[in-house]
């Protein structure tokens, strides 16, 4: 047997020139490496993971731009701290998404008559156009690169993933394959469209009940797919992951094709000007340029499985319910262990993220980690998206915060939890921005809203209590979380940027306002929630004019009441602590041993009790 290549060492600067001598030889000024791969996905299989390998950078969104002579990296807020400490300042300009744009640097970087290559399959079409029009204005050329440098130079690039498509079964999913199919026929046919290209292996997992492993934490195989308007679809995928069982699943009506098919599929969909449906939002440039090319008519609309996979039915939210219940036992587990080794003062993130990981795999239909754990402990805490390495492996010393952001895969649902808890006596400083976080996340959990109300439209409750002390955080306060599916689900959420998505019911968001301290400790409160008519929550308006919603809790993790700051919080505000505390113990209790069940009654005792 041949030995295995060995590692290629982490030599950025070669890396930057290899890209940089390939560049040239394409009669390119730079070039621009994004996160994303051919779906425009937030997790990426090791084959696509171009901007890691040429920045050094781990983070889950971020673009960079190589020039000849100079090269940026471009990431949002929650990776301010994180990209100084992965990506060399020596090579790389570290610029904010939002503050400092793209467009603006590559204006001010390149001259006029500048040629800027980019890869068409990483790029959405809507990004493309935008980007375009922005630079020919400034005499610089966008153009399409047929294949990647990037590839060219990444001499031990992994191969495309090859995991096993598995089916789904219907009681998890709550709706057949078919079924499914023929609610989305019928509106292509209402609508008069021919097809729709569907990008997103989240999507075609959901159409077709089907789950994989091609990525790391969310059960996807990657994929492409044309659903036509008679119900059927095109497939494209390697054939080599399908079992028996699974082609069996897929039955008459679903053909699947090669990957190297797609692109003459999308010239057969296209042909004669037949109205073809693609999601500018997700879709890549690549092919939107190919179904141009083939003569179609292309509707830009979104997605049309998003609404509807969102909008989870009663067997997913009933599934949900039962993940969310095993997974609070196993963080009060975690919980009750933490309590007794954190003061020992050996315990590290690591040993902390292990102990959880085992205690997760207890739980029936446990599939593994929906995200990579957070585990910050002091200032650690503080960079939002932390991964911890051996390098960073921090103890949890007396006096400190540790934020622990988590969750899980169940055959049944997906999770996804964060708790602050302090170790030892936290400062009077930190319960004041512990207690303003909870705040607001109590105001999201007790919001009630009418139909047709946005994610966008409550974000301002969450982050009031900051704003009156002057503080604020630089993330979303919600992201849609799909059923055994992504952590991470659109098209709803809960954010200062706009949205036109209103809030329905089934829809499942987190609750995560926050607050960091750089150099010093950050905090976090994270539930899961879920769409519900008020009067299904128990709630009367016999006065209300127009039909009201609001959200059920799904997660049961007790909050640290060490962290509160009594005094801040209004009497309803307390009441809401109680009872949700009250629901997490008469829920949890009667599947946990004796001496976790002891230490949960404590955890969740009334605030106004002794701690």
Known sequence: MAAAAPAEPLDLAGRVAALRAALKRRELDGFLVPRGDEHQGEYVPPRAQRLAWVTGFTGSAGIAAVLAERAAIFVDGRYTIQVRAEVPADLFEYRHLTEDPLADWLVEALPEGARLGYDPWLHTIGWVEKTRA???????????????????????????????????????AGATSADKRARLSDELKRRTLAAAVLTQPDSIAWLLNLRGADVPC???????????????????????????????????QVRVMPLESFGPALDAVGKGGRRVLADPSCTSAWIFDRLHLAGAR?????????????CK?????????????????????????LSREAPKGGLTEIGAAEALLASRRQGRHFRGLSFDTIAGSGPNGAIVHYRVTPATDRRLEPGSLFLLDSGAQYLDGTTDVTRTIAIGTPTAEMRDRFTRVLKGHIAIATARFPQGTTGSQIDVLARLPLWMAGLDYDHGTGHGVGSFLSVHEGPQRISKIANTVALQPGMILSNEPGYYKAGAYGIRIENLIVVRPLEELGVELPDAERPMLGFEELTLVPIDRSLIDRALLGAEEAAWIDRYHARVRDSLAPVLDAADAAWLERATAPLDSAP
């Open 134 to 172: 922005q630079l020919e204005r400034a005499g610089i050329g966008l153009i399409a690169c047929l294949d990647n440098p990037v590839d060219s130079v990444w001499r031990t690039q992994p191969p495309p993933p090859l995991s096993p498509v598995v089916p789904h079964a219907t009681e998890f």
């Open 218 to 252: 969310t059960p996807l195989p990657l994929s492409f797919a044309i659903l036509g308007e008679d119900g059927g679809v095109e497939l494209f995928l390697d054939e080599r992951k399908l079992a028996p069982a699974t082609a069996a699943h897929l039955g008459n």
């Open 298 to 310: 292309i509707e830009r609309d979104t997605d049309p499985c998003a609404l509807p996979k969102a």
């Open 313 to 337: 039915n009663a067997a997913e939210l009933a599934g949900t319910r039962a993940a969310h219940a095993r997974d609070g036992a196993a963080l009060v587990r975690f919980l009750h262990w």
